[in-house]
């Protein structure tokens, strides 16, 4: 019998396992962005109710309606746990700085099928080649850790709050948070993402925001300029392109200022 007889028919199921994966991703963060939303607008609708004059009155019916929007306004247990743990971060130490930290970094997996609509829903940019790393800035002072928590760099910064200067403005108690890889070979911090920004948490922003927020915010800081004094290590931007034919050709072919190490994608 030929060999060709024996195979057998082959058919690959629709949806692969990194596919169903990453849709549930998805849905989980918009499930995330909605529910954000939704306590949002209950806040406001209370704190308008409650400043809005209305006669008093002791009937039972009234009574209930007040109880009704007390109870839409209880904050989401997970969601204040989250906001604490952020705003707590820049203040850990040792071993539990270490910890926290590792458990941040959104790590990248290989891309083993071709999302749909992957023009229109991905961004694409060429990854420099270093240390992953997250860099935070409060208090006077500049840290970067590695993906295991452990810490980089202790350092003045051109970034809100990263150095003791008397020209640094801003609340004592905000801090930032970026995403950044170092390149040791020009002594650069490349930030692939924004985390959070003056103490406003960009953890369930779109990438398409979060893009569009490091670009417009990084540079007016000066963190981007040549390094001095108060400003030790260079930061800077990483060209970023929609995932469509020229997109992809710049990213891999194109000149960048560092040494390239394959590339990363963004869901808008």
Avoid at 91 to 119: C, H, N, T, Y
Avoid at 157 to 186: K, M, V
Wanted: include cysteine; proline fraction near 6%; glycine fraction near 4%.
């Amino acid at each position: 019998m030929a060999p060709h007889d024996l195979r057998r028919p082959f058919k690959r199921p629709a949806i692969s396992d990194q596919q169903r994966r990453r849709e549930l991703s998805l849905q989980r963060q918009a499930q995330n962005r909605r529910d954000a939303q939704q306590h949002a607008r209950c806040l406001a609708s209370t704190l308008i109710y409650l400043q809005s004059p209305h006669p008093e009155s002791t009937s039972e019916p009234q009574v209930e309606v007040e109880d009704e929007v007390e109870l839409e306004t209880e904050p989401d247990p997970e969601a204040l746990a989250s906001e604490i743990d952020i705003r707590q971060a820049s203040k850990l130490r040792g071993s539990q700085a270490r910890k926290w930290f590792a458990r941040q970094l959104m790590l990248p997996e290989w891309m083993i099928d071709v999302p749909d609509q992957l023009a229109q829903d991905w961004y694409v940019f060429a990854r420099p080649a270093g240390k992953r790393c997250f860099v935070v800035s409060t208090n006077g002072t500049t840290v970067s850790r590695l993906r295991n928590g452990s810490r980089l760099h202790h350092f003045p910064s051109a970034l809100p709050n990263g150095a003791r200067n008397r020209d640094a403005s801003g609340s004592a108690q905000s801090y930032s948070i970026l995403d950044c890889i170092f390149h040791e070979s020009d002594h650069t911090y490349y930030v692939v993402d924004m985390v959070c920004w003056r103490g406003y948490s960009l953890y369930e922003c779109t990438a398409e925001f979060r893009f569009f927020w490091l670009n417009s915010k990084l540079s007016e800081t000066g963190a981007c300029d040549p390094p001095s004094q108060y400003h030790r290590y260079r930061f800077s931007l990483v060209p970023v392109y929609n995932c469509d034919q020229l997109g992809l050709s710049a990213a891999y072919s194109g000149e960048a200022p560092y040494v390239k190490d394959g590339l990363l994608f963004y869901n808008k």
